[in-house]
Each structure stands twice: as structure tokens, then as C-alpha cells.
């Protein structure tokens, strides 16, 4: 097995037992609210476990216009650290190289 699919058979075991331990954490959640009453909680711990249970792990969406405003404002910051620019319509330009130093002064000789 290759090094990439065994890293990918590690990070979905790790997401089975974190699903898990979810599950386990919820259900004692819910054990309390049972205990205490409280319905309205028991439900809403019920839908959670229901979610948890069916796999379902929510990915954030990324659209192409965030995608787009996520580049533009990397390249516009990659910039700003540069000390270059950015448009829209074409990649960050670096700076200009700073001008040499001037050489340092002597002191004055003494009197």
C-alpha cells in the first residue's frame, strides 16, 4: 500500500472514532436530560444523534466566487507583504529592490 493510501485509511479511521465518540458523548447528554425531564433537550440531542449516526459530516461550502475572493485577497495580502501590488486582473508584483544604503559616516576627527 502506498504511503498516500494508507494516510487515507488512517484519517478515515480517526473520523469513524471521533463519530463515535460523538455518539457516545450525545447519548450521555441525552441520558441526563432524560433523568432531568427535560423533553425539549432530549429531542433536540435525539436529531443530533440521528445526524451523527447517519455520517453525515458537513463539508463548508466553497463557491467559485469564494474561491475567486479567497485568491484575490491571498494575492493582495502576499503583496502588502512584499511590498508590491495587486489588481484583480493580474498576479501581485513584487517590489522594487530597496535603494543601497548609504555608506555609514566616519566620526569627525578630534581637534
Given at each position: 500500500?502506498?504511503?498516500?493510501?494508507?494516510?487515507?485509511?488512517?484519517?478515515?479511521?480517526?473520523a469513524?472514532?471521533?463519530?463515535?465518540?460523538?455518539?457516545?458523548?450525545?447519548?450521555?447528554?441525552?441520558?441526563?436530560?432524560?433523568?432531568?425531564?427535560?423533553?425539549?433537550?432530549?429531542?433536540?440531542?435525539?436529531?443530533?444523534?440521528?445526524?451523527?449516526?447517519?455520517?453525515?459530516?458537513?463539508?463548508?461550502?466553497?463557491?467559485?466566487?469564494?474561491?475567486?475572493?479567497?485568491?484575490?485577497?491571498?494575492?493582495?495580502?502576499?503583496?502588502?507583504?512584499?511590498g508590491?501590488?495587486?489588481?484583480?486582473?493580474?498576479?501581485?508584483?513584487?517590489?522594487?529592490?530597496?535603494?543601497?544604503?548609504?555608506?555609514?559616516?566616519?566620526?569627525?576627527?578630534?581637534?
Amino acid at each position: 500500500m502506498s504511503e498516500i493510501t494508507e494516510a487515507a485509511q488512517r484519517r478515515a479511521e480517526a473520523a469513524v472514532q471521533r463519530r463515535d465518540n460523538l455518539i457516545s458523548a450525545l447519548e450521555l447528554e441525552r441520558l441526563g436530560y432524560v433523568r432531568r425531564g427535560l423533553e425539549h433537550r432530549v429531542a433536540e440531542v435525539d436529531e443530533q444523534i440521528k445526524w451523527a449516526k447517519s455520517g453525515f459530516t458537513p463539508e463548508p461550502e466553497v463557491t467559485t466566487s469564494d474561491a475567486e475572493t479567497i485568491a484575490e485577497k491571498t494575492a493582495a495580502a502576499d503583496a502588502a507583504l512584499s511590498g508590491g501590488t495587486a489588481t484583480d486582473d493580474e498576479p501581485a508584483k513584487p517590489a522594487a529592490k530597496p535603494a543601497a544604503k548609504p555608506a555609514a559616516r566616519k566620526p569627525a576627527a578630534k581637534k
